[in-house]
C-alpha cells in the first residue's frame, strides 16, 4: 500500500528526512509527468501496512539520537493510506 508518513520533531528535521530516505521514502510523488514535491515533514513509502513508518520513523529516531547524542523527540506523527488526491506541485524545499 502507499503510505505519508507526516511528522514533527523538535530539531535535526533534515537528519532525519535523509535517514528515512535511506530507508526507501521519498519527498515527492509522481502525477503522470510531473513531480508533486512535499512539504518539509512528509514523506510517502510502499509500506505493508500503516504501522510500518512509525516503527521506521522511531528506530531511525533513536538510531540518530545514539550515534550523535542529540535528543530529537517525535512530538507528533500519522501514517495513512492514500488513494485518490489532488495537489499543487511546488518547488522542492531548498534548505
Known amino acids: 500500500m502507499d ?9 535535526h528535521v533534515e537528519d532525519l528526512k535523509t535517514e528515512l530516505k535511506k530507508k526507501g521514502y521519498n519527498d515527492f ?3 503522470n509527468e510531473t513531480i508533486l514535491n512535499f512539504p518539509d ?21 533513536e538510531s540518530l539520537n545514539k550515534e550523535n547524542s542529540w535528543k530529537i523527540v517525535l512530538e507528533r506523527c500519522i501514517s495513512v493510506e ?12 531548498v534548505k
Open 3 to 11: 503510505v505519508l508518513l507526516i511528522y514533527d520533531v523538535n530539531n
Open 29 to 31: 510523488w509522481y502525477l
Open 41 to 61: 515533514n512528509i514523506l510517502s513509502k510502499k509500506a505493508a501496512n500503516t504501522d510500518e513508518p512509525l516503527m521506521d520513523i522511531k528506530v531511525a529516531i
Open 82 to 93: 492514500y488513494g485518490a488526491w489532488s495537489a499543487v506541485p511546488g518547488k522542492p524545499v
